[in-house]
């Protein structure tokens, strides 16, 4: 009788198993308003169908309002980082707070990836904080404490050296070209 129960035992599979809650392959950062729903909705789904695992804020965040503890947890639990930079991505402190992190969580050597994506932006001034981005520092200078905006400052240096996609044309034309530092 123990050996049937040995052998029936033996048979049953291994539970499955059962990956932790908020832990995403992708989060995408960008500014809603911007892209919401056009370009990070496409990509999203695209991502989604391909069943990929993806983070995305799905709220707009008010006025006032404090970054979601989810939101904070997503971003080191996530292996790869989209941001999509637009011109006025840098306008939004809750951007540059979620590309502060992915920045720091990549140097840290863990194995995150950072792919930008650079939609109607160039490049270099995301690199340099030149034409929208510098504008959009003279006003976080008003209003955050210098480390902070040093901090958002150096985590667009480092972004705006990677090679990235830049998005050139209508998305529906796959005009995507593979682009590098300038």
């Known amino acids: 009788m123990e050996s049937s129960a040995a052998a029936s035992s033996s048979s049953t599979p291994p539970p499955p198993v059962v990956l932790p809650t908020g832990n995403y392959e992708v989060f995408i950062s960008f500014r809603g308003p911007d892209v919401r729903n056009r370009f990070a909705d496409h990509l999203y789904t695209s991502l989604a169908r391909a069943k990929i695992r993806t983070f995305r804020d799905e709220e707009e965040l008010e006025k006032g309002e404090e970054i979601a503890p989810s939101l904070v947890r997503s971003i080191p ?17 809750w951007c540059l707070l979620e590309l502060a992190q992915m920045v720091e969580c990549w140097k840290q050597g863990k194995g995150h990836i950072i792919l930008p994506i650079f939609y109607f932006v160039d ?14 520092f003279e006003q976080h200078a ?36 593979r682009r590098g530092p300038l």
């Open 77 to 93: 639990e996530s292996k790869i980082y989209i941001p999509i930079l637009t011109e006025r991505y840098a306008s939004s402190k």
């Open 123 to 136: 490049p270099r001034d995301v690199r340099h904080q030149q034409g929208p981005y510098q504008q959009a």
């Open 142 to 177: 008003h209003k955050h404490s210098p480390q902070i905006v040093k901090e958002w400052k150096e985590a667009l240096r480092e972004v705006g050296q990677m090679k990235g996609w830049h998005v050139t044309g209508s998305l529906g034309r796959g005009s995507y070209c």
